[in-house]
Protein backbone atom coordinates (compact mmCIF):
# COMPACT_ATOMS: atom_id res chain seq x y z
CA UNK A 1 0.00 0.00 0.00
CA UNK A 2 1.47 3.33 -1.06
CA UNK A 3 2.21 6.13 1.68
CA UNK A 4 -0.84 8.31 0.43
CA UNK A 5 -3.27 5.08 0.65
CA UNK A 6 -1.42 4.52 4.43
CA UNK A 7 -2.66 8.21 5.02
CA UNK A 8 -6.32 8.03 3.77
CA UNK A 9 -6.10 5.00 5.98
CA UNK A 10 -4.82 6.50 9.10
CA UNK A 11 -7.24 9.54 8.86
CA UNK A 12 -10.55 7.22 8.73
CA UNK A 13 -8.92 4.94 11.96
CA UNK A 14 -8.60 8.46 14.04
CA UNK A 15 -12.10 9.53 12.58
CA UNK A 16 -13.66 5.73 14.03
CA UNK A 17 -11.71 6.08 17.06
CA UNK A 18 -13.16 9.91 18.08
CA UNK A 19 -16.74 8.62 16.71
CA UNK A 20 -16.51 5.90 19.28
CA UNK A 21 -15.20 8.09 21.63
CA UNK A 22 -17.87 10.56 21.46
CA UNK A 23 -20.49 7.94 21.30
CA UNK A 24 -19.31 6.35 24.25
CA UNK A 25 -18.90 8.58 26.40
CA UNK A 26 -22.57 10.17 25.81
CA UNK A 27 -23.82 6.98 26.21
CA UNK A 28 -22.27 6.44 29.56
CA UNK A 29 -21.09 9.77 31.51
CA UNK A 30 -23.41 10.06 34.30
CA UNK A 31 -25.80 12.90 34.19
CA UNK A 32 -24.92 16.30 35.69
CA UNK A 33 -26.73 19.04 37.24
CA UNK A 34 -26.79 22.21 34.93
CA UNK A 35 -27.56 24.62 37.49
CA UNK A 36 -28.68 24.94 40.96
CA UNK A 37 -32.06 26.05 39.50
CA UNK A 38 -32.56 22.85 38.28
CA UNK A 39 -33.74 19.65 39.78
CA UNK A 40 -31.02 16.74 40.13
CA UNK A 41 -30.94 14.82 37.42
CA UNK A 42 -32.31 10.96 37.90
CA UNK A 43 -29.48 8.44 38.34
CA UNK A 44 -29.26 6.08 35.83
CA UNK A 45 -29.19 2.29 36.65
CA UNK A 46 -28.54 0.96 32.90
CA UNK A 47 -26.01 -1.54 32.84
CA UNK A 48 -23.31 -1.36 30.35
CA UNK A 49 -21.65 -4.46 28.44
CA UNK A 50 -18.52 -3.39 29.26
CA UNK A 51 -16.32 -4.41 31.86
CA UNK A 52 -14.43 -1.53 31.58
CA UNK A 53 -15.73 0.95 34.68
CA UNK A 54 -16.55 4.80 33.30
CA UNK A 55 -13.61 6.63 34.87
CA UNK A 56 -11.29 4.53 33.06
CA UNK A 57 -12.85 4.27 29.25
CA UNK A 58 -12.05 8.13 28.44
CA UNK A 59 -8.43 7.31 29.21
CA UNK A 60 -8.32 3.99 27.19
CA UNK A 61 -10.13 5.88 24.24
CA UNK A 62 -7.42 9.25 24.44
CA UNK A 63 -4.95 7.00 24.54
CA UNK A 64 -6.45 4.72 21.02
CA UNK A 65 -6.56 8.42 19.89
CA UNK A 66 -3.21 10.07 20.46
CA UNK A 67 -1.63 6.69 19.52
CA UNK A 68 -3.44 6.82 16.24
CA UNK A 69 -2.20 10.07 16.14
CA UNK A 70 1.18 9.39 16.86
CA UNK A 71 1.34 6.87 13.76
CA UNK A 72 -0.32 9.38 11.35
CA UNK A 73 2.55 11.87 12.21
CA UNK A 74 5.48 9.15 11.44
CA UNK A 75 3.38 8.24 8.36
CA UNK A 76 3.66 12.47 7.34
CA UNK A 77 7.45 12.33 8.15
CA UNK A 78 7.85 8.91 5.85
CA UNK A 79 6.92 11.00 2.85
CA UNK A 80 9.32 11.99 0.61
CA UNK A 81 10.83 15.97 0.73
CA UNK A 82 10.24 17.83 -1.96
CA UNK A 83 13.20 18.75 -3.88
CA UNK A 84 14.31 22.19 -5.01
CA UNK A 85 11.31 24.38 -2.99
CA UNK A 86 8.51 25.89 -3.90
CA UNK A 87 9.83 27.02 -7.36
CA UNK A 88 10.97 23.47 -8.77
CA UNK A 89 7.34 22.29 -7.68
CA UNK A 90 5.96 25.20 -9.91
CA UNK A 91 8.24 24.42 -12.95
CA UNK A 92 7.50 20.83 -12.18
CA UNK A 93 3.46 21.57 -12.65
CA UNK A 94 4.50 23.94 -15.68
CA UNK A 95 5.96 21.14 -16.95
CA UNK A 96 3.45 18.40 -16.11
CA UNK A 97 0.66 20.86 -17.64
CA UNK A 98 2.18 21.08 -20.55
CA UNK A 99 2.47 17.12 -21.32
CA UNK A 100 -0.91 17.05 -19.63
CA UNK A 101 -2.08 18.89 -22.66
CA UNK A 102 -0.33 17.35 -25.52
CA UNK A 103 -1.55 13.65 -23.97
CA UNK A 104 -4.95 15.59 -23.82
CA UNK A 105 -4.71 16.84 -27.78
CA UNK A 106 -3.64 13.77 -28.89
CA UNK A 107 -6.29 11.45 -26.82
CA UNK A 108 -8.55 14.13 -28.75
CA UNK A 109 -6.82 13.44 -32.22
CA UNK A 110 -8.24 9.47 -31.47
CA UNK A 111 -10.97 9.91 -30.35
CA UNK A 112 -12.04 11.96 -33.88
CA UNK A 113 -10.00 9.47 -35.44
CA UNK A 114 -12.77 6.48 -33.67
CA UNK A 115 -15.79 8.76 -34.07
CA UNK A 116 -14.95 9.07 -37.99
CA UNK A 117 -14.17 5.10 -38.34
CA UNK A 118 -17.57 4.47 -36.11
CA UNK A 119 -19.77 7.10 -38.82
CA UNK A 120 -18.09 4.58 -41.48
CA UNK A 121 -18.84 1.21 -39.98
CA UNK A 122 -22.60 2.45 -38.96
CA UNK A 123 -23.46 3.39 -42.48
CA UNK A 124 -21.63 0.16 -44.16
CA UNK A 125 -23.80 -1.66 -41.89
CA UNK A 126 -26.65 0.19 -42.61
CA UNK A 127 -25.55 -0.72 -46.24
CA UNK A 128 -25.31 -3.86 -45.73
CA UNK A 129 -29.12 -4.24 -43.82
CA UNK A 130 -30.26 -2.51 -46.77
CA UNK A 131 -29.07 -4.93 -49.18
CA UNK A 132 -30.13 -8.22 -47.02
CA UNK A 133 -33.68 -6.24 -46.76
CA UNK A 134 -34.08 -5.92 -50.83
CA UNK A 135 -32.67 -9.73 -51.44
CA UNK A 136 -35.38 -11.66 -53.06
CA UNK A 137 -35.62 -15.27 -51.53
CA UNK A 138 -35.29 -17.98 -53.98
CA UNK A 139 -37.87 -19.89 -55.93
Known sequence: MDII???QEQ???IAAITFNAFGTLQRDAPPVQLSPNYPEPPATTTA???ATPFPEQPKQLSAGLVKAAKQFDALVAALPLSEGGE?????RIAELQVENDLVGQELQKQLEAAEKELKQVQELF???ADNCLNMKKPE
Not at 87 to 91: E, G, N, T, V
Open 5 to 7: SQL
Open 11 to 13: VNT
Open 48 to 50: VDD
Open 87 to 91: DAQLK
Open 126 to 128: GQA
